[in-house]
Each structure stands twice: as C-alpha cells, then as structure tokens.
C-alpha cells in the first residue's frame, strides 16, 4: 500500500501549486472509495475534503510551501504509516514556518503506534505530544498497565485525553482498580471510568463504602457494569440504600414490576432511574391514572419518557385538560406522551392552545394526523400560519395528498415548487398579507 501511495505522490502532470495538487490527489482517493477505512466516519472524510478545499481557494501564506516541500512533508508523515489522505491534511495543516522533521517527534509516534492510538488526531488537535519524552511517557504508561489494561486499551485513553502521557496514574485510581479486579470485564470497567474521568464527564469522586453491594446489585440484575459505566459512571458511587428504595418502589403498587423491567429500565435511562423520587413520582401517576389504565401501560410510558416521572411538573394536569378539549382521545393523548413529552412540558410551547385551534379549525386535519405528525407542534406558529394560509387559497387538496411532516416541515422550495406547484414570488405574496393583519 505505501509503494501505491508513493506513486501516486509522484504520478500526474506538473500542478500549479499545493492546493491544486493536494485537491487532485484528494479526489482520486475519494473515488478509489479509499477514504471508507474502518476508523473514519462520513463526517471525517467531509472535513478531509473541506480542509483541503479550503486551501486550494485561498494557498496564500506568510511563507507558502512550495510543491516540492510539500510532497516531502507527505513523505515523511507516509513513512511512519499514515494513510494519504491524512497525510495531505496534516502537511496542509501545519504552518510552513514549521519542521515537521524532528527526533522526538519520530520516537513518540513509534510509542503512540505501539498503542494503536490515533496518530492524525493528536497532529490536528494534540501536536505538544510529539514533543515529550517518549521514555517517560512510557514509564507513566507502565501503571496503566500494572492495573490490567491492555495496550489497546491504553490507546483508546490516550486518543481521550492525552495527559496520561505526561503523569502517572493517582493512588485513587490504583484503589479503584483493585476494587474492580473482582467482577467480570474488569479491564472494561477500568477504561471506561478513566475515560469518563479524563474527558470529565461523570467524574469518579469517590467509591462508597458499600459499593461492592452496589456491584452486587447489579450483577444480580444481570446488568454490564462495563456498559454502564460508559454511559452513567455515577452510577457506581451512589448509596446502595437508595438503589434498593428505588428497586422496591419499582416492584410494588402501582407499577409491579418484574426483575428484568427493572434492568431494562436502568439501562435504558441509568440518570433517571438515580433520580427518581418517590413523592415526585406519585404525583405524575396520580396525574396520568386519569388517561392509564394499567401498570403495564405506565411501565412502558416510564421506560420511553422516565423524566415525565422524575419531574411531575412536567406533566401538567391543564395540558391533558386542554388536549381533551380539542377531541384528543386518551389513547392518542398517551400516543403523545410517548412519542413527544415536550407538548406537556411546562417550558415546550406557549402557543400549544394557538397552534391547535389553527390546525383542527381545518376540516381536513384530524387528531389522528396531529398525533402521527407531532413533531409539527414544535415549528413555529408563524410558519403554521402561513403554509396553512397559503394551502387553503392555493391549493386545499395538498392536505389530503401529503403528510403534516412534509407540509410544515420541508423547506420552502419543495413546500412552494414540489408540494404546492406554485413560485416562490405567488407565495411571498399570498402570505404577505398576514404580515399586516
């Protein structure tokens, strides 16, 4: 693969500069599909294109590479095996007053391929990296190691935050480690505590007395305590107490619900399930018993929309009055508590009465299409206005013939040119008119 690459460096007719040449070499990859590699993303190989579009409409520098120093650039950072296009990017990147060419950077990209890290990551956004001490960087890498961490491992948290490079692991974590070293899929739960740790997200304070009743806990529930801590590392440093206060809640009147609804519950909402409140949480049944009939109903309710219960502020008794009003059926109003919590929310839409006295004042607009539509109760109830002041003067059948969604939520070309057959200049002045009512 490095022979293709190096050919196709030196391959082409002369190109008149950096921009021109890095562009054509961009799109040949690009077409080859060679940008597709396992660790890229859509988003990555856009931002690849957009960086080197970018340079070629405006190749001004203070300095400028010359076509010659830049292909040396991309063969220097292909010779450590980086792919082309990241080559290109990161010779692109990197001002031309600066070497690319150094004995520290060499040895610390040696240690960060011996770890599988990222390494066009950390020249786009961590180049200090490449000036540190290969040798004490490794020597702080050697308590991750001590501790049960692969060097797979070792890399992922590295591409996390890079200062484990630079110091060594605290005794808390060390602690921690030892903790851990008990249950299954103890490296996993190492790596992803460090990992929530270092990007300081859900930061491990400290470990509870009883937290291996709350392993327990969760074993017991069959739960992956791995899984868990990627998505809710707190989890593991709350009171046990309230663990089983909340379980036992779960499990009697009104809900009765079973072991494994509980962990799915948990799982599917871990912040929700640490929130809940009893008091708080009688409340919002006592406020949905009036449209719910059965334990089963709220459970799923609970496991699609767990903040309706957490906050019973948020399900205000007026906001199911209010649906009634307008011929919502309990079923329906149920149907949008769980698809769109928001129309209850306190904070959602002032114009909620608005906006439904404007779209049932229709006759070809039924709860039933509001309900399989909901998401139109969030646009903008001048928006609603206008289209639906337009369909009615222009053209009544569109109502009939299309969905909601794609009657208020597509953009104004495919409304006015696709959907209604019209221009924008008829449209503009059709609605004009509600601009001075």
């Not at 040949?28 to 590699?37: F, I, N, Y």
């Not at 305590?225 to 009697?252: D, H, N, V």
């Not at 709220?298 to 309706?308: A, D, E, I």
Request: proline share 3%; aromatic share 8%.
């Amino acid at each position: 693969m490095a022979a293709d690459n190096d050919s196709m460096v030196k391959s082409g007719p002369a190109e008149r500069n950096v921009g021109e040449y890095a562009m054509k070499m961009m799109k040949q990859l690009e077409a080859e599909g060679r940008l597709k590699t396992r660790r890229r993303n859509t988003w990555l190989i856009r931002r690849h294109m957009e960086v080197v579009e970018k340079f070629c409409d405006t190749p001004r520098q203070v300095l400028g590479l010359s076509l010659p120093e830049f292909k040396e650039r991309v063969k220097v950072l292909q010779s450590l095996e980086i792919s082309l296009e990241d080559a290109l990017v990161i010779a692109l990147s990197y001002p031309s007053c600066l070497s690319l060419n150094s004995t520290a950077m060499f040895s610390m990209v040696s240690l960060l391929k011996m770890y599988r890290c990222y390494l066009p990551k950390h020249f786009m956004k961590n180049p200090y990296v490449f000036s540190l001490d290969s040798k004490q960087c490794e020597s702080n890498l050697q308590h991750l190691k001590k501790i049960g961490l692969s060097s797979e491992s070792i890399g992922n948290l590295i591409d996390a935050n890079p200062i484990v490079l630079t110091v060594p692991l605290s005794n808390k974590a060390e602690k921690f480690a030892k903790q851990a070293e008990n249950y299954q899929s103890s490296s996993n739960i190492l790596r992803f505590a460090l990992k929530s740790s270092l990007l300081k997200s859900g930061e491990q304070v400290s470990l509870n007395e009883d937290f291996n009743q709350v392993v327990s806990f969760l074993k017991e529930l069959k739960i992956d305590i791995s899984k868990l801590m990627q998505k809710c590392p707190e989890f593991l440093c709350t009171s046990y107490a309230s663990l089983l206060e909340t379980y036992q809640f779960l499990c009697g009147a009104p809900l009765y619900c079973e072991k494994s609804h509980v962990a799915k519950l948990l799982m599917s909402n871990p912040h929700a399930f640490l929130q809940m409140n009893k008091s708080l949480f009688q409340q919002s049944i006592q406020s949905l018993s009036q449209i719910i009939d059965s334990n089963m109903k709220l459970y799923w309710l609970l496991q699609k929309s767990p903040m309706l219960f957490v906050d019973s502020s948020s399900i205000p008794l007026e906001r199911i009055e209010l649906l009634k009003q307008y011929q919502f059926s309990d079923k329906e109003i149920v149907g949008l508590l769980e698809k769109v919590a928001f129309v209850f929310s306190s904070k959602s839409s002032c114009n909620l009465e608005k906006k439904l006295r404007l779209l049932l004042s229709t006759d070809d607009i039924t709860t039933g299409q509001v309900c399989k539509s909901a998401f139109i109760l969030r646009a903008p109830l001048d928006k609603l206005q206008k289209r639906l002041f337009f369909i009615k003067f222009k053209k009544p059948d569109v109502l009939k013939l299309h969905s909601l969604n794609d009657i208020f939520f597509s953009n104004n070309h495919k409304f006015i040119n696709e959907i209604c057959g019209s221009t924008l200049t008829e449209y503009l002045g059709i609605v004009d008119v509600l601009d001075h009512v």
